[in-house]
């Protein structure tokens, strides 16, 4: 019984049980927005999908990978891998102002900056081009 006891605590100091935000409650799903990857490119029409508006979110899937998009103003965005740096899961929860790993609880800035652990390393970052209402980066 003590080794039940045991995974008990180690399980909350990683953040939580599993599909929980740090504050206990479930973070809210980010929308999936299909991207295209041609030419080590990844390209994403805007109209039409959550990102069409500033302040917005979503997982954009593309080929096998998992990328973290927010906007930040008009012609400008962040653009992270998906893949937590702590244990490889897919960040896939906003409560703004974080993206939230749903396996332990880590919170990312929408920057990638780690904001609450348990992960230690931010998020890697894609610099990112708008032209003709489609948004584009490279992998």
Do not use: K
Request: charged share 5%; with cysteine.
């Amino acid at each position: 019984m003590a080794s039940v006891l045991a995974v008990g605590a180690l399980a909350s100091a990683c953040g939580g049980d599993s599909g929980t935000s740090p504050s206990g409650g479930a973070a809210p799903q980010l929308s999936t927005i299909s991207g295209s990857l041609s030419g080590g490119r990844v390209s994403v029409t805007l109209a039409g999908t959550p990102l069409a508006t500033n302040g917005s979110a979503a997982l954009v899937q593309a080929g096998s990978s998992s990328y973290l998009v927010y906007r930040t103003g008009d012609q400008a965005f962040s653009v992270l891998t998906a893949i937590c740096t702590h244990e490889g899961c897919t960040v896939s929860g906003f409560q703004s102002p974080n993206f939230v790993c749903p396996c332990h609880g880590s919170n990312y800035s929408t920057s990638g900056a780690v904001t609450r652990g348990p992960a230690t390393r931010a998020l890697s970052s894609f610099p990112s081009q708008v032209a003709d209402g489609i948004l584009s980066w490279a992998v």
